[in-house]
T-cell receptor, first 114, second 108 residues
Framework: ETGVTQSPTHLIKTRGQQVTLRCSSQ?????VSWYQQALGQGPQFIFQ???????GRGNFPPRFSGLQFPNYSSELNVNALELDDSALYLC?????????????FGPGTRLTVL | LAKTTQPISMDSYEGQEVNITCSHN???????ITWYQQFPSQGPRFIIQ???TKVTNEVASLFIPADRKSSTLSLPRVSLSDTAVYYC?????????FGDGTTLTVKP
């Protein structure tokens, strides 16, 4: 059983650019959620994908978008980067259909916007 | 999903038992209670989950009273490596709202 993986580990972008972050779900999981974690704060829910469709969204603007692929891997895209987008981006996979489904997190991608 | 309430920080010494209590004032009937541990610059790591009463695994115990308005994570005999941030969450269908967590510092 493989765990959740994310790439890249670190990324530096400048304001106004676009970025794509990638996530591979844990084997057997069909749902992926993305979180943003600013320094010193808890993770904030961005959105969740299930069966390649968005299945819930937090308080984030439309320039944050995502994709889920048939193999359940996922991408987070952020357009028009702002300085405040600098954070650790986490993805978590789970198995839908079970109320107690546990989310398993990847190691995160550290994004720095200059 | 509701945000939970927990102490900002706690200190302990190696070998002691640590209990971290969380308030779940707005927990819904279908929500589970889940605890995560997070080290700096790493993703949260699942510790334990329960619905009610007591759950125990190889690393912790979780106590949930009948009204489910609170939960207590118990870590037996902590070590320096247990220094981390601990989050309690109400979870439902893979969706969670994180609070700011409890920073546990274990001293020698």
């Amino acid at each position: 059983e493989t765990g959740v993986t994310q790439s890249p580990t670190h990324l530096i972008k400048t304001r106004g650019q676009q970025v794509t972050l990638r996530c591979s779900s844990q084997s057997g999981h069909n749902t992926v959620s993305w979180y943003q974690q600013a320094l010193g704060q808890g993770p904030q829910f961005i959105f969740q994908y299930y069966r390649e469709e968005e299945n819930g969204r937090g308080n984030f603007p439309p320039r944050f978008s995502g994709l889920q692929f048939p193999n359940y891997s996922s991408e987070l895209n952020v357009n028009a980067l702002e300085l405040d987008d600098s954070a650790l981006y986490l993805c978590a996979s789970s198995l839908a259909g079970v109320l107690s489904d546990t989310q398993y997190f990847g190691p995160g991608t550290r994004l720095t916007v200059l | 999903l509701a945000k939970t309430t927990q102490p900002i920080s706690m200190d302990s010494y190696e070998g002691q038992e640590v209990n971290i209590t969380c308030s779940h004032n707005n927990i819904a009937t279908n929500d589970y209670i889940t605890w995560y541990q997070q080290f700096p610059s790493q993703g949260p790591r699942f510790i334990i989950q329960g619905y009610k009463t007591k759950v125990t695994n190889e690393v912790a115990s979780l106590f949930i009273p009948a009204d489910r308005k609170s939960s207590t994570l118990s870590l037996p005999r902590v070590s320096l490596s247990d220094t981390a941030v601990y989050y309690c969450l109400d979870t439902n269908a893979g969706k969670s709202t994180f609070g700011d967590g409890t920073t546990l510092t274990v001293k020698p």
